[in-house]
């Protein structure tokens, strides 16, 4: 009599994943059956290594990464910083800024995302006074900010930079005349950065004040000291761009190298 002969059918998952659960595959793991090293070294390129090489060509992208610019803003030196351009009625300007600046100016995309949000998480103090208050026309003076809200929080006051309407006239901003006019001079940073046609401009002494009496922002207390950055920039052999810039005192050390390399960077182009 001729024994029946049974016929079991085993599948096997191919795949990453299907090899990698050797419970649901029949196999060893990723490595344990035909193909599955293949699709495991697949998943790794897409899960794992795009994503890294991605992360790295976005830290190195001059330009605005809008909400990304939030969590850029904490890697090192120049991957943790950006471009800004802008123009005046007279000017063409562009400088590196830490990412979480934006340019304050009417209409600006990204600069209505951030606004909104401080809006609602780090209001001002005084009733009435709102982050819109602080927004200019395009081809006005311009303002650059700090939007970070841990900085912000930290500080407990405004973070900014703003070019000053009012050219200095009548100067000699030849690199030898600077360098004499500043020889003698020392202090903890740099105060002579070179700029192109053999121009140089500098910066003034910090100046540290009392910070602001009252809050600034709703509960959050004010700083103990504000610091004023002043500097120049040559636009003409006889001319220079105005600079200010104005942060808590025990901020700085967070943004020291960012203004040295900020200053070096700023170029302004007759329009």
Same mark, same amino acid.
């Given at each position: 009599m001729q024994q029946p002969i049974e016929v079991q059918v085993v599948e096997r998952r191919r795949g990453c994943l299907g090899c990698a659960l050797p419970g649901l595959s029949g196999c060893g793991g990723c490595l344990g059956c035909g193909g599955c090293g293949q699709g495991c070294m697949l998943a790794l390129l897409v899960l794992v290594v795009v994503p890294a090489v991605l992360c790295i060509a976005l830290s190195f992208a001059p330009v605005s990464l809008g909400p990304l610019d939030f969590f850029m803003s904490y890697l090192p030196n120049e991957m943790g910083r950006k471009d800004i351009e802008f123009s005046t009625d007279d000017y063409d300007?562009?400088?590196k800024a830490p990412r979480s600046w934006y340019l304050v100016q009417t209409n600006d995309q990204m600069w209505g995302f951030w606004r909104d949000a401080l809006e609602s998480s780090i209001p001002f103090e005084q009733t009435g006074q709102e982050w819109a208050d602080l927004e200019t026309s395009p081809g006005s003076d311009a303002l650059i900010v700090d939007v970070n809200p841990v900085n912000l929080t930290d500080g407990g006051d405004l973070i900014g930079l703003v070019l000053l309407p009012d050219v200095q006239s009548g100067g000699d901003y030849a690199c030898d005349a600077v360098e004499t006019r500043l020889a003698g001079q020392t202090h903890d940073y740099p105060i002579l950065f070179r700029y192109d046609d053999g121009?140089?401009?500098?910066?003034?002494?910090?100046?540290i004040e009392d910070g602001p009496a009252a809050r600034v922002f709703k509960n959050i207390e004010p700083p103990a000291q504000i610091r004023t950055i002043e500097f120049f920039v040559p636009l003409t052999d006889t001319t220079a761009a105005r600079w200010?810039?104005?942060?808590?005192?025990?901020? $700085?050390?967070? $943004?020291e190298d960012d203004i040295t390399a900020l200053i070096e960077s700023v170029e302004m182009t007759p329009r």
């Amino acid at each position: 009599m001729q024994q029946p002969i049974e016929v079991q059918v085993v599948e096997r998952r191919r795949g990453c994943l299907g090899c990698a659960l050797p419970g649901l595959s029949g196999c060893g793991g990723c490595l344990g059956c035909g193909g599955c090293g293949q699709g495991c070294m697949l998943a790794l390129l897409v899960l794992v290594v795009v994503p890294a090489v991605l992360c790295i060509a976005l830290s190195f992208a001059p330009v605005s990464l809008g909400p990304l610019d939030f969590f850029m803003s904490y890697l090192p030196n120049e991957m943790g910083r950006k471009d800004i351009e802008f123009s005046t009625d007279d000017y063409d300007v562009s400088l590196k800024a830490p990412r979480s600046w934006y340019l304050v100016q009417t209409n600006d995309q990204m600069w209505g995302f951030w606004r909104d949000a401080l809006e609602s998480s780090i209001p001002f103090e005084q009733t009435g006074q709102e982050w819109a208050d602080l927004e200019t026309s395009p081809g006005s003076d311009a303002l650059i900010v700090d939007v970070n809200p841990v900085n912000l929080t930290d500080g407990g006051d405004l973070i900014g930079l703003v070019l000053l309407p009012d050219v200095q006239s009548g100067g000699d901003y030849a690199c030898d005349a600077v360098e004499t006019r500043l020889a003698g001079q020392t202090h903890d940073y740099p105060i002579l950065f070179r700029y192109d046609d053999g121009r140089c401009g500098w910066r003034e002494p910090d100046d540290i004040e009392d910070g602001p009496a009252a809050r600034v922002f709703k509960n959050i207390e004010p700083p103990a000291q504000i610091r004023t950055i002043e500097f120049f920039v040559p636009l003409t052999d006889t001319t220079a761009a105005r600079w200010q810039l104005s942060l808590p005192d025990d901020m $700085y050390s967070r $943004y020291e190298d960012d203004i040295t390399a900020l200053i070096e960077s700023v170029e302004m182009t007759p329009r």
